[in-house]
C-alpha cells in the first residue's frame, strides 16, 4: 500500500520503472484521442468538476489509461470524494502512475501522470480516507472503464 511518503519520495528522487513505455508524436495522439482526451493527456488541461463521465459512477471493473491502455486504478478503489472528478485511494499496482511536483496556478501539488505513455491523469492528495490516506483526483477522459 502506498503512503504520502512514498508518493513525495517518488516525485523528489525517483519513479517505479514501467515495463513497457509507449511514445508517439504530437501528430500519433492527435489522431488516437478526442480532442477532450488530447488537451488532458497532453496538454495538462483539467475537465470540468462534476459534469464528467466518471465522478459518479461505480460500476465494478478496472480503469486504464485513455491514451495507452494501461491497467491504472480497480474500482474497488474508487470512492465519493465529493471533489468533483473520479477519486481513488490506491493505483492499480505500485509502478502505473509516475509522481511528479506541479507548482502551476500558483498551488504546490503533485501530479499523476501514465507511468507507461507520460499522459497527464490529474494530481494526488494527502487527504483520502485510512489507511492509506491518499486521494488521487483523476480527470475522466484521462480513463476508459473496462469490466
Not at 478496472?62 to 473520479?86: D, Q, V
Amino acid at each position: 500500500m502506498l503512503r504520502w511518503k512514498d508518493i513525495v519520495y517518488y516525485a523528489k528522487y525517483s519513479n517505479p520503472e514501467p515495463d513497457r513505455k509507449v511514445e508517439k508524436t504530437e501528430e500519433e495522439w492527435r489522431q488516437q484521442l478526442t480532442p477532450a482526451q488530447y488537451r488532458i493527456l497532453r496538454e495538462k488541461a483539467t475537465e470540468p468538476p462534476y459534469r464528467n463521465t466518471y465522478c459518479r459512477s461505480y460500476e465494478p471493473g478496472s480503469y486504464t489509461c485513455a491514451g495507452c491502455g494501461s491497467l491504472l486504478f480497480n474500482a474497488t478503489e474508487k470512492y465519493h470524494a465529493i471533489s468533483g472528478w473520479p477519486s481513488f485511494t490506491q493505483p492499480a499496482a505500485r509502478g502505473a502512475i509516475r509522481y511528479t511536483f506541479d507548482d502551476s496556478h500558483r498551488m504546490q501539488r503533485i501530479e499523476a501522470i501514465c507511468n507507461v505513455c507520460g499522459g497527464h491523469l490529474g494530481h494526488v492528495f494527502p487527504d483520502g480516507p485510512e489507511p492509506g490516506g491518499l486521494r488521487y483526483c483523476i480527470n475522466s477522459e484521462s480513463l476508459n472503464r473496462i469490466a
